[in-house]
């Protein structure tokens, strides 16, 4: 006996076979995200986890997530498995089984893959024992030994298939206006000396390979300081030759309030061009690294929602993409219910935050269609 969805299928497949010919030619489908990237000469890509507890979740382990996430990208990033805390349980061992998983798909898949991170300079995002760690009586020789063994050990097991690294994320403090100290600044006697001495340790180890300092200032009225900040450590990496190729600009834009004028959020355009162009002023190339949008300020209501995020979106690729010196693009996930942003950023109605460009049900929202049109309005 036939099952009913088999049943279905083949009563679907007569009804077909019955339509005149021109009609049953399957529309095209339909250009893929990094394919439309790629006529402007970029690449359009996606964070990625290893999960081998949880198929729910945005993992490889997902069939339907990493199904899509081969069919829109032409590079994935890991979400996690490649910072410190997953690497570095301990001073003297690395533990790659998540990171070889996600490289070993992305292989098989086709897929390029970036680096993320080297380097989280937040003594929230160290490991505990490196937070604690006794540097000896010679506290600057053992920090270096410790970040240059880092560097060194990830570019070489990764060097053949990873091109970009975030050598170093997020290094300022912005409520201090200032570089993070952690255990590796005190020890080395300040941070600038652990930033330049993981670039100059990356450019060594990974000769050829994009350098980029990632962080998440963005165009945001509440990021003026923070951009100018970033400024600073930018300039300061050009005046003391520390090798960085280019800035990753995170791009976890928000929506906290909505400007009647727009009925978007709030952005400051002529400020966040000149921001931009003192970046690449200065030679640097610039990255797109973790896409998505916080929709605090907006209603419930999921159409009114979702055509918001979409217009917001799109008014923040068309300003990017009118940079010739942006290369790749990476969402910070690609499906709603996965995204880091249900718990770092909740709704107040207790709603899903519509972050990414993909629902729940895998369906494309408009901010899939936003994307699509700017890349092809750009290309
Ligand atoms: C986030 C992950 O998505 C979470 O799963 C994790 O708990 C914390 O880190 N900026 C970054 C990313 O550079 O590494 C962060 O990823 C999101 C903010």
New binding site residues.
């Given amino acids: 006996m036939i099952e009913p969805t088999r049943r279905q299928t083949l009563g679907g497949l007569a009804a077909l076979a019955a339509l005149p010919a021109s009609v049953r030619a399957a529309p095209p489908a339909p250009a893929s995200l990094d394919a439309l990237a790629r006529k402007g000469g970029r690449r359009f890509g996606s964070?990625i986890?290893w999960n081998p507890r949880s198929m729910d979740s945005g993992s490889v382990q997902n069939p339907a997530y990493a199904a899509l996430v081969r069919r829109e990208c032409g590079l994935v990033v890991p979400?996690?498995e490649m910072?410190w805390q997953w690497l570095r349980k301990s001073p003297d061992s690395f533990d790659f089984s998540a990171m070889d998983g996600i490289v070993g798909w992305a292989k098989a898949s086709g897929l390029a893959v970036r680096g993320?991170?080297l380097l989280?300079h937040r003594p929230k995002?160290f490991p505990g024992w490196l937070n604690k760690y006794d540097f000896g009586a010679n506290p600057a020789t053992e920090a270096e030994r410790l970040l240059t063994t880092h560097i060194r050990t990830v570019t070489a097991r990764y060097g053949a298939i990873i091109k970009s690294w975030?050598v170093v994320?997020?290094a300022i403090d912005h409520d201090r206006n200032a570089p993070i100290e952690t255990s590796l600044s005190r020890a080395m006697g300040s941070p600038e000396a652990v930033l330049d001495l993981a670039f100059h340790t990356a450019r060594e180890a990974a000769p050829g390979a994009e350098l980029v300092y990632?962080?998440?200032m963005s165009w945001e009225p509440a990021h003026a300081k923070h951009c100018a900040d970033v400024l600073r450590l930018l300039e300061g990496f050009r005046k003391r030759g520390t090798p960085v190729d280019a800035l990753g600009i995170?791009s976890?834009i928000e929506m906290f309030s909505l400007d009647p004028a727009t009925g978007v959020g709030p952005y400051r355009e002529r400020e966040w061009r000149a921001f931009l162009d003192e970046v690449v002023g200065m030679g640097y190339r610039l990255l797109i690294?973790?896409f998505d949008v916080k929709d605090k300020a907006l209603p419930s209501d999921v159409a009114v929602r979702d055509a918001k995020i979409a217009d917001y979106t799109r008014r923040y690729f068309d300003l990017m993409l009118g940079y010739e010196q942006l290369g790749d693009i990476l969402a910070?996930?690609m499906v709603d219910k996965y995204?880091?942003l249900q718990?770092?950023a909740p709704r107040d109605d207790g709603r899903e935050v519509r972050a990414c460009p993909y629902d729940d049900a895998y369906a494309a929202k408009p901010m899939r269609a936003a994307i699509a049109a700017s890349f092809a309005a750009t290309g």
């Fill in positions: 964070a986890a979400e996690n910072k993320h991170t989280w995002w975030d994320n997020e990632n962080d998440y995170q976890h690294t973790e910070w996930g995204s880091w718990g770092f």
